[in-house]
Nanobody
Framework: QVQLVESGGGLVQPGGSLRLSCAAS????????VGWYRQAPGKQRELVAT???????VYTDSVKGRFTISRDNAKNTLYLQMDSLKPEDTAVYYC??????????????WGQGTQVTVSS
């Protein structure tokens, strides 16, 4: 059974930094992409950053130049380094893995989320 467990969230002042981690356990074949999403109160879940398999990293415009997504395949861990944090980055952050399970079928795995609060 696949599990994604996020960690590293917390309370930070504006301008500060946090690094989120997502540890994966279990076997996932044919990974299509890995990434981070976030959901702020009263808003829809949105993509923060993603690494498509064989493709270039994609960031949402609001975090470009401030956030960096990376992965350590040996540790089965995905990271999100967040610098120059702003109050509008406050949200629950979710780790996501999308697997291609058929010619036209994908399966998304999600972590439980970790709260990031940016406030003075």
């Amino acid at each position: 059974q696949v599990q994604l467990v996020e960690s590293g969230g917390g309370l930070v002042q504006p301008g500060g930094s946090l690094r989120l981690s997502c540890a994966a356990s279990g076997s996932i074949n044919s990974i299509k992409s890995v990434g981070w999403y976030r959901q702020a109160p009263g808003k829809q879940r949105e993509l923060v950053a993603t690494i498509p398999n064989g493709g270039s990293t994609v960031y949402t415009d609001s975090v470009k130049g401030r956030f960096t997504i990376s992965r350590d395949n040996a540790k089965n861990t995905l990271y999100l380094q967040m610098d120059s944090l702003k109050p509008e980055d406050t949200a629950v952050y979710y780790c996501n893995v999308v697997a291609q399970i058929g010619p036209f079928k994908q399966l998304a795995y999600w972590g439980q989320g970790t709260q990031v609060t940016v406030s003075s």
